[in-house]
């Protein structure tokens, strides 16, 4: 089971394509679109999350709260800069569609919070500071989402504070509060060795949510995917436009900030990623169907682009960056 994990961790991008094709399929002949998954979606953060901030020390957060370089650019990166990068693909690739264009907009609005952490930890980057920009983040959206969103798109869309506090408590503080009692307990009983020793197979496990996310994701579009391929073929350049964008910028203001590997990564990610819970929530009850149509696609397309941006980007970024920075 040990080396099962570590090579689901060291290979999940061929696990991601083999649990995309075989949900493509299952959701084709079964119905899983009037399936209620957020039970899922919940077991599955949860799983991603549990094992990472098991992993993480918790002294280690009070020194990454006091990294304020890296806490203020990945902020301005996830909301500033993405809305712009937003503003533009919207008004470029997917002009004359101003309903999946609205997508676009939702997803430059509502940067990415707990699944930062989860991400940041697959990367082998730092735990620690993408818990704290995941936190600030995630307060921060009920007041600069809404803004952002009327600016980009001309809607007055109010965000859910209540949603945003369940999101706080059962994504980021309930995994917290495990995974430092479950961090006490094996030392306390077993030593620190013995829980360093099997700390590096936590990410594998935070791997098996990846894969729980994707399958139940692309079950529930599958009909939609294979029976609009022209629209999803127009978000998927629409969505892989901002992502290059973003993750261009990123990488050139992570060199320029002398930011190493570990904190350079929590950068990227966070100019790239952005939250599906809070966005798909809000553009069900706001904006046209079709809007909610393109942003269904989203995890599938975001998790397909991390791989590639862990997995085939990531040595580069070790090269390009320097395992140590100046951040």
């Known amino acids: 089971m040990k080396e099962l994990l570590l090579h689901i961790k060291k290979r999940l991008y061929i696990y991601v394509l083999i649990t995309f094709l075989l949900?493509?399929?299952?959701?084709?002949?079964?119905?899983?679109?009037?399936?209620?998954?957020?039970?899922?979606?919940?077991?599955?953060?949860?799983m991603m999350l549990y094992p990472m901030l098991t992993g993480m020390e918790i002294e280690k957060v009070k020194v990454a709260g006091r990294n304020y370089r890296l806490i203020a650019s990945t902020l301005i990166f996830a909301y500033i800069i993405a809305s712009l990068t937003a503003f533009l693909v919207s008004r470029t690739i997917l002009s004359g569609y101003d309903d999946l264009a609205l997508a676009i907009v939702l997803v430059g609005a509502i940067p990415c919070s707990n699944m930062l952490i989860g991400w940041s930890g697959i990367a082998d980057a730092s735990v620690a500071d993408a818990f704290v920009v995941a936190v600030i983040g995630l307060l921060l959206i009920p007041v600069l989402s809404p803004v952002l969103i009327f600016i980009n798109g001309g809607v007055f869309a109010t965000i859910d504070i209540t949603k945003i506090a369940v999101i706080l408590l059962m994504y980021i503080l309930v995994p917290l509060a495990l995974g430092m009692l479950t961090r006490r307990e094996i030392i306390r009983r077993k030593g620190r060795d013995y829980f360093m020793g099997i700390k590096k197979y936590l990410p594998g496990v935070s791997a098996m949510g990846v894969l729980l996310i994707v399958f139940f994701s692309v079950a529930k579009v599958s009909r939609m995917v294979l029976g609009n391929p022209a629209i999803f073929l127009l978000v998927l350049a629409g969505l892989f436009a901002y992502y290059i964008i973003q993750t261009s910028l990123a990488v050139l203001a992570a060199r320029i900030l002398k930011f190493g590997y570990g904190q350079g990564m929590i950068l990227i990610l966070g100019a790239t990623a952005s939250s599906q819970a809070i966005s798909l929530s809000l553009a069900a009850t706001v904006f046209p169907p079709l809007t909610v149509f393109a942003l269904s696609f989203k995890p599938v397309l975001q998790v397909f682009y991390i791989m590639l941006l862990i997995y085939g980007l990531g040595p580069r970024l070790r090269m390009y960056l320097g395992e140590n920075g100046k951040g």
């Open 23 to 46: 949900a493509l399929i299952a959701g084709y002949f079964v119905d899983f679109q009037s399936m209620n998954i957020m039970p899922v979606s919940v077991l599955a953060v949860f």
